[in-house]
């Protein structure tokens, strides 16, 4: 069974601050991961994508990825009333043209 | 780039009835494109994955006569719901591959259905 686990929340964060999410997979041999923003009664978009061991940066967001630990987040720097949402983290398990496994996402609030 | 469209945005059908939902991609051709579906306060869950030109892929429980999927273009993929329950209301979103060689999925907006 495939799972990606994510912390519900919400998770409350001053706004400037920065917001911290976590997500952990069970499939080790995943090969692509990624995170989307969703607000309430809309489609996820897409914010980035990883799929290296490491940081990725894309500015105000760093994408933080270790494969030996099956551990995915996401930093957001400066965070913004706007940047309230729900986060998903997903995964593409075999990579190429597969389906996505989404986690059930964190609700985040940014508070002015 | 990049943008997926569906129609219609909300529908609300009677039990029993079929319903039909378009997945476009607008600007870009798209050999594969994915349904999944969301229940309110969960996560999306991957349906199928719709090949152009061939029969569509299915999750398991994922009933494959009363989800029906046709992705007859590289720019259109429909999924209808046949002899709709209300169990069957919730939220259906289409993506697509942005392009081959690519795994990067770009979302539609997706359709509310609800069967009364």
């Known amino acids: 069974q495939k799972e990606v686990e994510q912390n519900s929340g919400p998770l409350s964060v001053p706004e400037g601050a920065i917001a911290s999410l976590n997500c952990t997979y069970s499939?080790?041999?995943?090969?692509?991961f990624f995170w989307y923003r969703q607000y309430s009664g809309k489609s996820p978009e897409l914010i980035m994508s990883i799929y290296s061991n490491g940081d990725k940066e894309d500015g105000r967001f760093t994408a933080q990825l270790n494969k030996a630990s099956q551990y995915v987040s996401l930093l957001i720097r400066d965070s913004q009333p706007s940047d309230s949402a729900t986060y998903l983290c997903?995964?593409?398990?075999?990579?190429?043209?597969?389906?996505?496994?989404f986690g059930k996402g964190t609700h985040l609030i940014i508070q002015p | 780039g990049a943008v997926v469209s569906q129609h219609p945005s909300r529908v609300i059908c009677k039990s029993g009835t079929s319903v039909k939902i378009e997945c476009r991609s607008l600007?870009?051709?798209?050999?594969?494109m994915f349904w999944y579906r969301q229940f309110p306060k969960q996560s999306l869950m991957l349906m199928a994955t719709s090949n152009e030109g061939s029969k569509a892929t299915y999750e398991q429980g994922v009933e494959k006569d009363k989800f029906l999927i046709n992705h007859a273009s590289l720019t259109l993929s429909t999924l209808t719901v046949t002899s709709a329950h209300p169990e069957d209301s919730s939220f259906y979103i289409c993506s697509a591959l942005a392009g081959e060689g690519t795994d990067t999925q770009y979302f539609g907006p997706g359709t509310r259905l609800t069967v009364l």
């Open positions: 997903a995964v593409n398990e075999g990579g190429g043209a597969d389906g996505l496994t």
């Open positions: 600007d870009f051709q798209a050999t594969t």
């Open positions: 499939d080790r041999g995943s090969q692509s």
